[in-house]
């Protein structure tokens, strides 16, 4: 069966730093494009980051870029995203996900990513 199951999150102040996890089980996490999205409270799920298959390209929303970092671990099967100077606007429950449609680019687009994680809380608040 193949699952993501992500850890991390939390409270943090603003300024503060937080990494978030996403372990893949049932499959191998770099034969699929991953992706990154979020999802505030009463608004829709949008795209964060996500790494292409080939592990060759990263792309980031224009509001994290600079911020965030996407990474892989393909030894642990686990991708990571790592945020930094963190601002209440990215208060929101996050997901990872995998899809399996693409292979030189990675895709924004929410329905074409077939397996989710759990998601995660980040709270980013004084």
């Known amino acids: 069966q193949l699952q993501l199951v992500q850890s991390g999150g939390g409270l943090v102040q603003p300024g503060g730093s937080l990494r978030l996890s996403c372990a893949a089980s049932g499959f191998t996490s770099e034969d699929y494009g991953i992706g990154w999205f979020r999802q505030a409270p009463g608004k829709e799920r949008v795209w964060v980051s996500c790494?292409?298959?080939?592990?060759?390209?990263?792309n980031y929303a224009a509001s994290v870029k600079g911020r965030f970092t996407f990474s892989r671990d393909g030894a642990k099967n686990t991708v990571y995203l790592q945020m930094n100077s963190l601002r209440p606007e990215d208060t929101a429950v996050y997901y990872c996900?995998?899809?399996?449609?693409?292979?030189?680019?990675?895709?924004?687009?929410?329905?074409?990513?077939?397996?989710w994680g759990q998601g995660t809380q980040v709270t980013v608040s004084s």
């Open positions: 996900a995998a899809e399996k449609n693409f292979w030189y680019t990675c895709t924004d687009d929410v329905s074409e990513y077939a397996y």
């Open positions: 790494i292409s298959r080939d592990g060759r390209t990263t």
